[in-house]
Structure formats: C-alpha cells, structure tokens
C-alpha cells in the first residue's frame, strides 16, 4: 500500500513539473507575441492600452494567436474582470 501511495505521489509530481513547463513555455510565447505588436503600433500608440485576448485563455482562447489579440483601453479592460 504503501509503495502505491509513493508511486500515485511520484506521477503526481511530475504531472505537476509538466504542467508548469508547458504553462512556462506558453508565458514566453504569450510575452514575445505582446512584444511583436508594441514593436508594431508603437509605444506612443499603446500608452493607457491593453492587449488583451478576445476570447480568454481559461476558454480555449488560443494565448499567442495574433487574431484572439486586440489592442483596448486599459480602463475598459481592468473593468472587464475574469468571466
């Protein structure tokens, strides 16, 4: 019994490691793709902006696709909260 509560700690652990690798990976692409669209409108452009997802990533919104990005007003996106 003992050895199977090791092993189902074992599995869990790595899953875990998985998880924050492939979350790590998707944060640094997310990062470099924010990056790519500053570059391109400007800073200037982007002052008191957001770039925010057009359909969440918590609802399969893809993180780094140019297309589910869009540039708003800060304000509206604070005021907008997780749904």
Same mark, same amino acid.
């Given at each position: 019994?003992?050895?199977?509560?090791?092993?189902?700690?074992?599995?869990?652990?790595?899953?875990?490691?998985?998880?924050?690798?492939?979350?790590? $990976?998707?944060?640094?692409?997310?990062?470099?793709?924010?990056?790519?669209?500053?570059?391109?409108?400007?800073?200037?452009?982007?002052?008191? $902006?957001?770039?925010?997802?057009?359909?969440?990533?918590?609802?399969?919104?893809?993180?780094?696709?140019?297309?589910?990005?869009?540039?708003?007003?800060?304000?509206?996106?604070?005021?907008?909260?997780?749904?």
């Amino acid at each position: 019994m003992l050895v199977k509560l090791a092993a189902d700690q074992a599995k869990r652990t790595i899953a875990k490691k998985e998880y924050e690798e492939k979350r790590a $990976k998707a944060n640094a692409a997310a990062a470099k793709k924010r990056k790519e669209i500053i570059e391109e409108k400007g800073k200037e452009a982007l002052k008191g $902006k957001h770039i925010d997802h057009i359909e969440p990533i918590a609802k399969g919104g893809h993180p780094t696709a140019k297309k589910n990005m869009r540039v708003i007003p800060a304000k509206k996106n604070l005021s907008k909260g997780a749904k």
